[in-house]
């Protein structure tokens, strides 16, 4: 079955203690994203990556780290994880360019930072 | 910059009434056009998109939306609501220059009333 997958799907931690969302697409695909979603705002996109080894910030990245080094994982990084990070977060894949695609979204992941 | 307005936040509706949900946007050049539909605890779903050609289109579950460039909307419609539409929609514009990415509205929820 094609699916993006994410962990964990849900999570609460500390302020400043690291922390990775991991996620995996098994549909060949380019591109990948990584969004948040907070009340009120939508989704709005933190990085995306174009292919292995190269990623570009979207609209939120401060505070986030991504890495692409296998084409199917873009996993997503707190390296010290605030407060104003908590949210519900979706990774995203796509064949082609994510502004004229289809995207294919994950579960999300829950995380509430304390 | 490109924006995407979602102006009801909120909608109820009986089952088997009919629905429109409201969606303008702001983008300089053609659009790439999306609806998007969340249910509770899930990811985001494809129901409809509009690149080019004919601007009324089809999607799953029976929706459809038309696209009005004179008036900078995207609304979407579907003639006989059923219970299982509870869910939350979002509209999207795609751009694909610097970004490759979705900008998404802030959501409708829509409530369907037995």
């Known amino acids: 079955e094609a699916q993006v997958t994410q962990n964990p799907r849900y999570l609460i931690t500390v302020t400043g203690k690291k922390l990775t969302v991991t996620c995996s697409q098994n549909?060949?695909?380019?591109?990948m994203s990584w969004y948040r979603q907070d009340p009120g705002l939508g989704l709005r996109q933190i990085y995306y990556?174009?292919?292995?080894?190269?990623?570009d910030k979207g609209d939120v990245p401060e505070g986030y780290k991504v890495s692409r080094k296998e084409k199917r994982n873009f996993p997503l990084i707190l390296e010290s994880p605030s407060p104003n990070q908590t949210s519900l977060y979706f990774c995203?894949?796509?064949?082609?360019?994510?502004?004229?695609?289809?995207?294919?979204f994950g579960p999300g992941t829950r995380l509430t930072v304390l | 910059a490109q924006s995407v307005t979602q102006p009801d936040i909120h909608i109820t509706v009986s089952e088997g009434a009919s629905l429109e949900l409201r969606c303008n946007y702001s983008?300089?050049?053609?659009?790439?056009l999306f609806w998007y539909v969340q249910s509770p605890g899930q990811g985001l779903q494809l129901l409809l998109k509009?690149?080019?050609?004919?601007?009324l289109v089809q999607g799953i579950k029976g929706f459809e939306a038309e696209f009005k460039r004179s008036q900078s909307s995207f609304n979407l419609r579907k003639p006989s609501v059923h219970w299982s539409d509870a869910a939350e929609y979002f509209c999207?514009?795609?751009?694909?220059?610097?970004?490759?990415?979705?900008?998404f509205g802030t959501g409708t929820q829509l409530k369907v009333e037995l």
């Open positions: 995203a894949s796509s064949s082609t360019r994510p502004g004229a695609d289809t995207q294919y």
């Open positions: 549909m060949n695909h380019e591109y």
């Open positions: 990556s174009m292919n292995v080894e190269v990623t």
């Open positions: 983008y300089g050049a053609t659009p790439y």
């Open positions: 509009y690149f080019s050609g004919d601007t």
């Open positions: 999207a514009v795609g751009i694909t220059g610097g970004g490759n990415k979705l900008t």
